[in-house]
């Protein structure tokens, strides 16, 4: 579940972080949502048949540090250039879940030339529409109560992926890895509301082949700001996925992965 | 004892015409203006009454409620430095870590300073939860936004010459305060907190601690404020450092006081009307805080200031959150308890809330002016009182 730590570290700087490591390949950065990372994630699981799967704890999240002065995700992407350069990452395929999409776009803009494809899952993070229409629902100030109505189709097989929220029953350190998540989340992506102003006329400077695929039921961003999302990386293909919410890819994990290691293959 | 006269300038006339939040996400519709212009008027013209009759006076405000519709502290008391004449005029307080200027904040205080003549005493607050829902400022790291907006606001009434300030979350190229204020170097400070931690950062700081509703909580909060204080500064607190705040209503006899307490009451009803997701959002608490109330089974925020549901006037007054009775009784009901806080020096009153008229509050403050407060004022603390320029 969501509250489990990761099996591994790194160092990267001075800071520690958490990282997840499956699979054998071609290496792929998977970039978590807002919520943290599940170790026993199926998706991932998928697409380690083919890949080196590579999936830190971001700053901040899990029981990875945060370095002091870090507050935007800008500040992450800059962090992830460390990083990638540290693994020596080449021909690497990156991939981002949500936050985890808007941090991979704020990274690949920044044209490291380490990632050879690149893939958006129910991102967020860029703006398109006029100043009175709210396309990014809430996602910060939310009772935990209503997460799993809005990241998931199914409401219960979305408890289920936060361990039912029972906290009384829960280790002290996976209930500090929730709160810590969600208060990291809320810190990077306050105001612009889970946006950065910028990021939507930058996306065109993503020229690896890229891949956007949205869940059909996604209430924070509907498939419409997906489409949307697509339209402004040159060449990018879309697909949709039927009974998937906002974090479609835990919630329809085979039809997730079988879009993206179709496209992977290609 | 100094005597604080406070009311929230409520619309309650709002309150049953929407269920749900009376805050945030209640719609304006229902604030009627030709209402709020007779209410805003009302409660100005309570505390012209409170200033003729000895009472300071306490101002606070919220955004978007219709349990206080002052916007803004430095609005209501700009008004009451012109038209009263003795009370002292506290502000508690300005949510500085919700302000995008706070410079602009101590520019407006020092003008009240001076026109008031030295009658302002400053309050800064980190404000409820749900304030940030208005202020757009982020719930996480706000008491770092919190401290910066208060030193940037010090350096700005103390400061002689002008300066720039480089901040992590605020930055200007000129801070230069005009006026300065007329009380030098600076007005008293105030910050309010209901943990022992946070009462030992504001000991340090010499300010005066107030705490709202805190009813039992209260001594282990003011026990550690004054071990910090002697800890700091090598003498002990002066009482006057601490401040209480409890509702209060006073009446000439059992009948009119409970008839009044009933008025009052729905006050507490109407606190708890608050869009969930705002009660705690992240960041807005510890960490350590949070983790601690997820464990305890709790996803809200403090509701009823630890009250059993639809408390009993006894309860309230057992609770430390009421004061309420003929003047013999209230007066021992405010002695009992800053006796058993160790001494409060400011007991701040909400002396107006829910449905108590104009004419119930303008009587209870009479009573209690003529017949409790020379009483509280002749509690006499034995210490020298400090100016705030010493700490």
Redesign the interface.
Known sequence: MLMTALPDRVNVGKSSLEVLRKGRGQPLLFLHTGHGLDPADAFLDALSSKFNVIAPAHPGFGASDLPS?M?TVSDLAYFYLDFLEQENLRDAVLVGASFGGWLAAELAIKGTGRFSRVVFLDSIGAKFGSRENREIQ?L???????LPRLLFSEQEAGRKKFGE?D??S?Q?AE??R???N??????FG??PALYNPKLASRLHRIRQPALVVWGEDDKIVGPDYGRAFADAIPGAKFASVPHAGHYGFMEQPGAYAEHVLDFLAL | MEVWQFCEQSMHPAWNKIDGPTKVTIPNEVCDPVIAHELYNRYLDEWMLGDELGYNIFVNEHHASANCMSVSCTLTLSILARQTKKARLLSLGVPIANRTDPYRVAEEMAMIDVISKGRLEVGLVKASPFELSMSNQSPARIMDRYWEAHDLFVKAMTSREPFSWEGEFFQYRNVNLWPRPYQQPMPPMWITASSAANGRKIAQLGYVCATFFNGKGTKALFDAYREEYLKTHGRVAPPDRLAYLGMMVTGHNDAEVEDRVAKMKCYLDVQPRTPPQWTNPPGYESLEGNVKALQAGKKGGRLNFGLPPNPTMEQMIEGGIFFAGTPDKIYNQIKKFSDSVGGVDHMLLLAQAGLLTHEDTADSLKLFAKEVMPRLKALKSNHEVTPMAAE
């Open positions: 002065g507050t809430e910060l100030a939310t009772t935990i109560d209503d929220f906290f009384p829960m002290e209930v500090t929730f709160a810590r969600r208060e990291s989340f809320l810190m306050w105001s």
